[in-house]
């Protein structure tokens, strides 16, 4: 199951466990599926439309802040306002208790993306039944996983997104009552309790995307997180 092989993973980081010097290799998790010998292409889609989709798959939604054309932040503050998280925190005018009022009701999800067709998506992850793994190039999480996995395997995922700052977040079947570590390093971190942003949401620095095959609502073979 994801979440043993994710204190596994945990547990050989600040361990330095290599279990007989096969670390996750044991778990099947180095080498990735094959992949299909064609690109998956998405359908057009509007932001509504792909809310819809990810409630249809169980996923909690809740309404984001988007950003204007020129990436300042749709709810007025300044974009280095103290602790601003442009592009990506809750639309208080609509989810008020933020993550908490995240939704698989589609009534409620076209009402909100209707009085705010600009609002970008986030899935409430724990409500959701969802892990995500964190990558921030930025704080140097590339480089930190890249170290990890040259000692104890590749940590996997079918269903990737690229985030707007080019960092990754990897999805994956949480378990239900189990607790995580908030980071397994730097600029690596594991999301559960909170939300994250997915596409077509537009953040300051661009857009957030799933990578090719590796979308849960592609119009061709749809992927599901990883166990």
């Known amino acids: 199951r994801m979440h043993a092989d994710l204190i596994l993973f945990y547990s ?9 010097g096969r670390g996750l290799r044991r778990y099947g998790m180095s080498r990735p599926p094959k992949k299909h010998i064609f690109k998956v292409v998405d359908k057009p889609v ?8 990810y409630a249809e798959l169980g996923w909690s939604i809740l309404p984001v802040w988007g950003v204007n054309e020129d990436g300042t932040c749709r709810c007025g503050l300044p974009n280095d306002a103290p602790g601003h998280k442009v592009g990506k925190h809750p639309q ?15 009534d409620i999800i076209r009402d909100w ?3 705010d067709p600009t609002a970008n998506i986030g899935i409430s992850l724990a409500d959701s039944g969802l892990i995500a793994l964190d990558i921030d190039p930025r704080n140097g999480g590339d480089t930190t996983l890249a170290n990890i996995e040259s000692q104890n395997g590749v940590l996997y995922s079918t269903c990737v997104a690229v985030t707007q700052s080019g960092g990754e977040h990897r999805l994956f079947r949480a378990e239900e009552n189990t607790s995580y570590p908030s980071s397994i390093g730097a600029g690596l971190d594991l999301k ?31 992927v599901t997180p990883s166990e």
């Open 192 to 222: 559960h309790h909170g939300y994250i942003v997915v596409a077509p949401s537009m953040g300051e620095l661009g857009p957030y995307k799933w990578k090719d095959n590796q979308s849960p609502i592609a119009s061709v073979n749809p």
């Open 12 to 20: 050989n980081v600040v361990h330095g466990t290599r279990h007989g």
């Open 113 to 115: 993306f209707s009085t």
């Open 46 to 53: 509007t932001t509504l439309g792909c809310a819809l989709q």
């Open 92 to 106: 208080a005018n609509l989810a008020p208790r933020g993550h908490l009022d995240g939704t698989t009701n589609a």
